[in-house]
RNA sequence: GCCCCCAUCGUCUAGCGGUCCAGGACGCGGCCCUUUCAAGGCUGAAACACGGGUUCGAGUCCCGUUGGGGGCACCA
């Protein structure tokens, strides 16, 4: 048995959820579930200049849509006393879950940090420093110009007698300076890094705050953190944390850097490059089963052998391992998403799927707001799941069974290879059997109707396009037979009467 | 400029030295089923970036080249 892993998802409130963080988000969680541990969320609001109001509520709701659930994370209060309210009716009450200790929003955990800062200027692993943004930047001009590579080190400070008391960042002492921090990557394998290249990282802020650097050591040891999921855009800094590791002597998690998701023009998923929030997929008709699943499946793979590409959530926790992971970065491809789309929708219950269409359905115009048209709509479903890739394919499938129609124009009622004659022809008899048929009922209506086109010598199509053009208004609808029934003996007889009224004069 | 990561069909991937003239899935083509559209079944085309090694033997290990991506902030 694995050992339990915990986990976090920890964003910056900076905006949407992003797909590519869904997905590294999405391994941790099945990590963690998968051996039984616990996954929660940390808001890292240290950036003060980029805070926008509202994320971590969107963050909030994006992960209840996806269903997945929070073992930790900030609870009401927490929200409430942030920058800005940002609380949550789907948030917790405790003040802990599971176990995990909060705060779970960074900047309401200052005083750690700075007690932390303290430590390692106390201890000499870190330095104060009062060179400002814009020395800094003219200092790394001016090492550009040379050609040369800048890396800040103490000695470069033009003060070098700063005073706790006066305004100051403290600096972290990347030491030895000749050596080479070295660490293994669950994804990444053996990493060396020469510590001449890597910089006296600021950690903590002139505004008080810490760095990420500072922050996400901190806080990943204090709450327990087994492995440390990320964006491998953070491998070239990886180094440092696991240096600020060793100098407080706390026990390194293991390092997990998930290769970046990209775009279909092969850049890194940003806003830019037509990455999405988990919102924009929502509201595209997309289901957080098949998210999870697609998404699960970009850089994952079962392995050995095992060759399903279907998941339940349960299955993904069940089979899912870091070992399957690759290595390599992935392309989204909406194809594959939009097929599984397709396959988790076939998988739910009807009454499921129905509950779920009715937003987009009202959106379309079509509203399913009484117990009666919710039975019509459960009636059509199983006719309509198939044929339903994405949730908004719904409505153009079912709206005739909604609303009246426009009666077809003339060429619309005439069935291929058909004169007009014959079309009406075709009709009226229709309209006598449709009068007759009892019961009114998908069988008896297909086996009329299959003698009446045998009578009339007319193929099948012939006769089933004219009817169905007649009766839905549409070219492509669920299977004629079921579409009659369901609409009824009178709403058929009404449409059928137009449509013989529109083709006699239409002529 | 410096540092780092990556490299199997168009895409996601299996492959952890021989069982691979490379398997699966999406997409694409064809056929079947069929009242439209789907769904489903069968089937076809489609890949180990290149060059050196190591080895009896390399898609699999090593080095280099090329190509892609990322990072070099008091942003995460």
């Given at each position: ?11 910056s ?31 890292e609001d240290t950036d003060q ?57 960074q900047s309401?955990r200052l005083?750690?940090y ?91 802020k002139?505004?008080?705050f810490p760095t990420y650097?500072l922050a ?292």
């Amino acid at each position: 048995m694995t050992l339990k892993a915990r986990t976090r998802f920890a964003p910056s409130p900076t905006g949407e959820l992003h797909i590519g963080g869904v997905r590294t988000a999405i391994f941790s969680w099945l990590l963690a579930k998968h051996t039984g541990g616990e996954f929660y969320l940390r808001i890292e609001d240290t950036d003060q200049e980029r805070y926008v109001p509202g994320s971590t509520r969107r963050i909030l709701e994006s992960f209840d849509w996806l269903g997945i659930t929070l073992d930790g994370g900030p609870d009401h209060d927490e929200l409430r006393t942030m920058k800005t309210d940002e609380d949550y009716p789907g948030a917790l009450d405790d003040g802990e879950y599971r176990g995990v200790p909060g705060p779970f929003v960074q900047s309401h955990r200052l005083p750690i940090y700075r007690q932390w800062a303290e430590w390692l200027v106390a201890h000499g692993y870190a330095y104060r420093a009062t060179e400002t943004p814009e020395e800094l930047a003219r200092m790394r001009a001016e090492a550009q110009s040379r050609k040369q590579t800048f890396i800040f080190r103490e000695e470069m400070r033009l003060r070098t007698d700063v005073r706790p008391d006066e305004p100051h960042v403290i600096r972290m002492r990347v030491q030895p300076r000749d050596g080479r921090t070295e660490f293994d990557d669950l994804i990444k394998g053996h990493m060396v890094f020469e510590n001449a290249q890597i910089d006296d990282q600021v950690l903590l802020k002139m505004d008080g705050f810490p760095t990420y650097h500072l922050a996400v050591v901190v806080d990943d040891h204090l709450q327990g953190v087994t492995h440390v999921l990320r964006g491998d855009d953070w491998l070239p800094s990886a180094p440092k944390h696991v240096l600020l590791y060793r100098y407080f002597g706390w026990e390194e998690p293991k390092w997990a850097h998930v290769p970046n998701v990209l775009g279909t023009d092969g850049k890194k998923l940003s806003k830019r490059h037509g990455a999405q929030s988990v919102f924009e997929f929502r509201d595209q008709g997309y289901i957080p089963e098949a998210l999870i699943n697609f998404l699960a499946l970009l850089g994952w793979a079962p392995g050995g052998g095992d060759e399903q590409s279907v998941f339940t959530r349960e299955e993904l926790i069940a089979k899912f391992s870091m070992e399957g992971v690759g290595s390599s970065p992935a392309v989204f491809d909406y194809n594959k998403l939009d097929w599984l789309n397709g396959v988790h929708i076939r998988r739910l219950a009807d009454a499921d799927l129905a509950g779920r269409l009715i937003p987009f359905l009202a959106q379309a115009g079509i509203a399913v707001d009484t117990p009666e048209r919710r039975a019509l709509l459960l009636r059509i479903i199983p006719h309509i799941k198939e044929r339903t890739k994405k949730l908004t394919d719904a409505a153009p499938l079912v709206d005739f069974f909604f609303g009246d129609i426009q009666t077809p124009p003339a060429e619309m009622l005439i069935g291929p290879k058909m004169e007009q004659h014959l079309s009406l022809y075709a009709l009226r008899e229709t309209r006598r059997l449709v009068e007759a048929v009892e019961p009114f009922e998908d069988a008896p209506l297909e086996q009329a109707m299959r003698k009446l086109g045998d009578d009339l010598q007319l193929k099948p199509t012939q006769l089933f396009t004219v009817v169905r053009n007649a009766v839905t208004g549409k070219t492509v609808t669920p299977p004629l037979f079921a579409t009659m029934a369901i609409l009824g003996r009178e709403t058929c007889l009404a449409r059928l009467d137009r449509a013989i009224a529109r083709l006699q004069s239409g002529g």
